[in-house]
């Protein structure tokens, strides 16, 4: 994975602007006679510490960056706001890049300009970093060609944003942990989430039923009819599955195998007490902060398995070169309309609020997708 060049380890207590750039420490007419192939300038989201990101990001300037040989410098079009992101500048997230550093780990872009090895991209192609990289919370990215992948431009540019975190985890949690067949069930909580989204609908179109739990909250009766037109069968809130017989409610669907959970506590408790005999429950998130508990009885009579799923570690492995491949299916689905989840677009200049609303701070929101 390429690191990102508009290096931030010039940053000081002060003279920021000065020190974020190495070329900036250089300012002679033959330098710059010489540096004829540069970036334009860039603005970016910074962090010089980890902690709260409301408090701890700002936008700043910075200067362009020389592109080397194999370089291509990307205008970037959108990038989301993931959770992970957020964990990453509060510093809990288990990989993370040093401080001070550039937010953002996904993202589109349009290729403005290439370095003079570069052979496989074109001005205008549009790109995404895959495997996903550091830093794409910025105007303008320099990173090596082998970074980037070419895309279909007819697709929507949020999807291509927001395309290798979320929907690749739902596909890769789908079909790494049990195998499937046509009329099988999933249970998962965290449905209105933009994985659980996608789940819903990989779901439908492999001819697997899926029941679905989300939390109590105001305007979850709309949020139930929104993943119904999404293809759910069954939606429950969690105070609705405070029954004896839980697995009555299945009516004529089979018990599941597969379960999904982001939440953590009573939330994962009730995916596993609706799993089938030697059923697995796969954890990718814990929303909730709270520890998932297990009965004895589960272990020792349902025979359940608890797994967990980490998509950066996936990339990691031999597994990450059907990455790109994966992406354009994923994709593929996107432009034919047969997955679709929401999100909210907004500029750039009001990233602030945006990262308000990713940080629960403003109620319920869509996923936030900054448009550069």
């Not at 959770?83 to 288990?94: A, K, L, Q």
């Not at 944003?161 to 067949?181: C, G, H, I, Q, Y």
């Amino acid at each position: 994975m390429a690191v990102l060049r508009p290096t931030l380890k010039f940053i000081g207590a002060s003279s920021l602007h000065c020190r974020l750039h190495p070329l900036s420490r250089i300012r002679s007419s033959a330098f710059r006679a010489f540096a004829t192939n540069l970036s334009p300038p860039s603005k970016a989201v910074v962090y010089e510490q980890q902690g709260p990101p409301d408090q701890v990001t700002r936008v700043i300037d910075l200067p362009p960056v020389e592109l080397r040989a194999n370089d291509v410098c990307v205008k970037m079009l959108a990038a989301p706001i993931n959770p992970s992101d957020i964990n990453r500048i509060e510093g809990v997230y288990p990989v993370r890049p040093p401080v001070p550093a550039i937010g953002g780990y996904e993202g589109v872009g349009e290729v403005y300009s290439l370095g003079s090895g570069v052979s496989n991209l074109s001005v205008g192609d549009w790109v995404i970093p895959s495997p996903p990289s550091f830093g794409t919370w910025q105007t303008y990215v320099v990173k090596e060609e082998t970074v980037w992948h070419k895309i279909d431009k007819s697709v929507p540019m949020e999807y291509a944003a927001t395309v290798s975190v979320n929907p690749l985890t739902a596909l890769r949690m789908l079909e790494d942990f049990v195998k499937l067949n046509p009329g099988d069930t999933i249970i998962q909580n965290g449905a209105t989430s933009m994985v659980g989204q996608c789940i819903i609908q990989l779901a439908r179109a492999q001819g697997l039923h899926n029941v679905n739990i989300i939390r109590d909250r105001v305007g979850s009766e709309e949020a139930k009819e929104k993943l119904k037109n999404l293809g759910a069968d069954q939606i429950y809130t969690e105070s609705e599955l405070e029954v004896k017989n839980i697995k009555g409610l299945l009516g004529d669907l089979p018990e599941p195998l597969l379960g999904f959970n982001c939440v953590g506590g009573n939330a994962a408790s009730l995916v596993l007490k609706f799993l089938r005999q030697g059923g697995t429950m796969v954890t990718y998130g814990g929303m909730s902060k709270k520890p998932i508990t297990v009965s004895t009885s589960s272990f020792i009579f349902k025979d359940l398995a608890l797994r967990g799923f980490w998509l950066q570690k996936w990339m990691n492995s031999e597994n990450s070169k059907d990455c790109r491949r994966m992406i354009d299916y994923i994709l593929s689905l996107v432009k034919n309309g047969k997955l679709k989840y929401e999100m909210e677009l907004v500029p750039f200049e009001d990233f602030k609020g945006a990262l308000d609303k990713a940080l629960g701070k403003l109620g319920s929101h869509p996923k936030q997708v900054i448009k550069f």
